[in-house]
């Protein structure tokens, strides 16, 4: 759970390289990490909460769950490992589609 924690707090973090109006003012930022931020911010931001939802729920609530005495484990344990899961492959898929390349020098 600490872990979870603290990889999703990194991830909100990098958020804060785009401000979030920059979408009415088309303001795209120039620094890689802020347009990657932009991307899922905005243009994968679904896609980016949900991925969210299943780290939080699958990594910090479910793993809770078993700290209750008459909680049942191994739902527990499968459903906390299909919501990673499920995250994971969000997360991938969200890595190839919002991460932005640096550009080769003197291109245009």
């Known amino acids: 759970e600490i872990l979870m924690t603290i990889k999703i707090s990194g991830e ?12 009415w003012y088309d303001e795209i930022p120039e620094s890689l990490i802020g347009r990657s931020a932009y991307l899922m911010r905005f243009q994968f931001g679904l896609r980016f909460r949900l991925r ?19 909680a049942n484990i191994s739902f527990v344990r499968i459903s906390s490992a299909v919501l990673c899961f499920c995250g994971e492959w969000l997360e991938r898929s969200l890595f190839f589609r919002a991460a932005v390349v640096p550009k080769m020098p003197g291109g245009l």
Not at 12 to 23: T, Y
Not at 53 to 69: D, F, H, Q, S
């Open 12 to 23: 909100l973090a990098q958020l804060r390289s785009c401000p979030p109006e920059a979408a």
């Open 52 to 70: 969210m939802a299943c780290a939080c729920a699958g990594g910090i609530a479910l793993p809770l769950l078993t700290l209750v005495p008459d």
